[in-house]
């Protein structure tokens, strides 16, 4: 069966950096792109952008360029995120989602934590 | 950017129809698809997809829920409600980027 499976919660403090991992299973992970979506707690639903998973190629949203990376371990069906020079707005819950066109597939979320 | 608007709650009373409704701020449709999908999202997990290009179930998804809509305005439908339907629902767009999500409808037991 398809799954989306992250890594652990993170806590940190501000300035310093986490990187979180999405590890496809049961599909083609160049078939389909992985999209990144981040939720404050209380709050929505909020799109970050996505990585070509055939190309390597990140599309970022405008909320999301400069602190933000993509990355693919393609031999490994995993994508990444990372995110330097943390802040306190930084803390939420980040999901990876495959996307068909609409996001059919979803990782449990992970959450980031980031308080002095 | 297209904004999707949603009522932010919405009561329902066990066994009745509960229809949540999305407005886009333009067009979210082409000549072929209308790009809109539903969410539900239960407390302290990952949103899951009910509806995908407007009317159509996604898999596993029981039959009591179903979409309409074109254009700028969509509707969700649920009928009849169950207890285990008490959840957070948003709409999401695919029509351009930046993909927007609404802000999400909570579902109460009237």
Partial sequence: QIQLVQSGPELKKPG????????????????????WVKQAPGKGLKWMGWINTYTGKPTYA???KGRFVFSLEASASTANLQISNL?????????????NL????????????VSS | DIVLTQSPALAVSLGQRA??????????STSSYNLMHWYQQ??????KLLIYDASNLASSIPARF???????????????VQADDIATYYCQQSRELPLTFGSGTKLEIK
């Avoid at chain 2, 229809?19 to 979210?28: D, K, P, Y």
């Fill in chain 2, 19 to 28: 229809t949540i409704s999305c407005r886009a701020s333009q067009s979210v």
């Fill in chain 2, 66 to 80: 179903s979409g309409s809509g074109s254009g700028t305005d969509f509707t969700l439908t649920i009928n009849p």
């Fill in chain 2, 42 to 47: 239960k407390p302290g997990q990952q949103p």
């Fill in chain 1, 87 to 99: 802040k306190n707005e930084d803390t939420a819950t980040y999901f990876c989602a495959r996307y």
């Fill in chain 1, 16 to 35: 310093e950096s986490v990187k979180i991992s999405c590890k496809a299973s049961g599909y083609t992970f160049t078939d389909y792109a992985m999209h």
């Fill in chain 1, 62 to 64: 405008d909320d999301f």
């Fill in chain 1, 102 to 113: 609409y996001f059919d597939y979803w990782g449990q979320g992970v959450m980031v934590t």
